[in-house]
């Protein structure tokens, strides 16, 4: 039972437009959501994150959107750049202490064309 | 550059042998945790320490896991009898006490012949 879910395994944007990244969760529980970037032979890098008392988070080019009612969150990063190409993982949350293991999906593949 | 290393990066061994990784998490950081990435899949949580205190177990970690943080620094992650399932990348990653973000390290890829 996958509790965090992308369902975009790729995702393939011009470079310079807006590359949107979506996620859904079904656990209620789920109060913290983070998105994480990871290149090949790599381990994840922390991008952005939002609790779920907010609805949007901005950091530069990157903005997380939150619509609680739906369960759905996205990663807008505008503009899109070749090195933001890779996988793109959304990871939430159970406590709001982050005492808990995260729950990720399976990851969305970004690739930016030039 | 303080952050999160594992060592070692890959490890090949055979069906049956016993394996140890070990994590070195940044040094503020409370919080250490050890997940595990297939082909495909995003990272699975097996455990977490905070300080030398194991508080958390996935199902995923069987009687053939063990981890430890034995001075609330560095820790180990063992597998013993290793199956080819076993085969997969293991993460490491920590936190500060009361921060949700936590930062991983570039993990160590367990290849079981």
């Known amino acids: 039972d996958q509790q965090v879910k992308q369902n975009s395994p790729s995702l393939s944007v011009q470079e310079g437009r807006i590359s949107i990244l979506n996620c859904d969760y079904t656990?209620?529980?789920?109060?913290?959501f983070l998105w994480y970037k990871k290149y090949p032979a790599e381990g994840p890098t922390f991008l952005i994150s939002i609790s779920s008392i907010k609805d949007k988070n901005e950091d530069g080019r990157f903005t997380v959107f939150l619509n609680k009612s739906a369960k759905h969150l996205s990663l807008h990063i505008v503009p899109s750049q070749p090195g933001d190409s890779a996988v793109y993982f959304c990871?939430?949350?159970?406590?709001?202490?982050?005492?808990?293991?995260?729950?990720f999906g399976k990851g969305t593949h970004l690739i930016i064309q030039p | 550059d303080t952050g999160v290393s594992q060592n070692p990066r890959h490890k090949i061994t055979k069906r049956g042998q016993n394996v140890t990784f070990r994590c070195d998490p940044i040094s503020e950081h409370n919080r250490l945790y050890w997940y595990r990435q297939t082909l495909g899949q995003g990272p699975e949580f097996l455990t977490y320490f905070q300080n030398e205190a194991q508080l958390e177990k996935s199902r995923l970690l069987s009687d053939r896991f063990s981890a430890e943080r034995p001075k609330g620094s560095f820790s180990t992650l063992e597998i013993q009898r290793t199956e080819q399932g076993d085969s997969a990348m293991y993460l490491c990653?920590?936190?500060?006490?009361?921060?949700?973000?936590?930062?991983f390290g570039p993990g160590t890829r367990l290849t079981v012949l």
């Open positions: 656990n209620s529980m789920f109060d913290y």
């Open positions: 990653a920590s936190s500060r006490l009361t921060w949700n973000e936590q930062f």
């Open positions: 990871a939430a949350s159970r406590s709001g202490g982050g005492a808990d293991g995260l729950t």
